[in-house]
């Protein structure tokens, strides 16, 4: 099976800047995300890409590098999104050092048991992501009650709807994960 519908682009035939960015990932984890080489094809989208991916889901203060892949396992197994879930669940798995949490999220994230704030999370992500349309202030009622503050709600709602456009992407593309994601945390 090929990693993109569309083909994929190797980080040595990247521009300097993007292989360098692409070159410290490699480096962290052992090897490239499919994703990055397939959006390779269109280096200023994949600029733009890592961009924002990074102003999500590295700020510090929020919610917790964990809770944010919480929203985008979550938001990707609502989307159906399998590279998405298996990427994102790994880092998931990592992160909370539970080798369980991403497949009970993923297969099912209305159901999945998960304590009072990790519910309220999903909960929020999953009524943005399903049904955008119905998403009122009840829903942020919710999440404030379960003790969420605005910022925090802020960053569930960005999360779900940059994991929206990434998982549509991964859609077109037919993007396979790598198998080393599957291994990760277990």
Not at 54 to 61: A, F, G, I, T, W
Request: aromatic share 6%; hydrophobic share 40%; charged share 30%.
């Amino acid at each position: 099976m090929a990693d993109s519908r569309f083909g994929v682009v190797e980080v040595e035939d990247l521009p300097e800047d993007l292989r360098e960015r692409i070159g410290a990932i490699r480096e962290k984890s052992g090897f490239v995300p499919n994703v990055f080489r397939a959006l390779g094809r269109r280096p200023d989208e994949l600029r733009a890409f890592l961009d924002y991916h990074d102003v999500l889901m590295e700020r510090p203060d929020g919610l917790s590098k964990a809770e944010r892949e919480l929203v985008v396992v979550a938001t990707s197994g609502a989307n159906h999104c399998t590279y998405c879930v298996v990427a994102h669940g790994a880092i998931l798995r990592v992160r909370t050092k539970d080798p369980e949490i991403a497949d009970r999220v993923a297969t099912n994230p209305w159901g999945a048991e998960l304590e009072g704030r990790a519910r309220a999370i999903v909960d929020l992500a999953l009524a943005l992501t399903r049904e955008p349309e119905l998403f009122s202030d009840a829903d942020i009622d919710k999440a404030r009650q379960a003790g969420l503050t605005d910022d925090e709600i802020w960053d569930v709602g960005a999360v779900t709807a940059f994991f929206a456009a990434s998982n549509r992407m991964a859609h077109l593309t037919a993007l396979t994960p790598n198998p080393e994601f599957y291994r990760m945390g277990r």
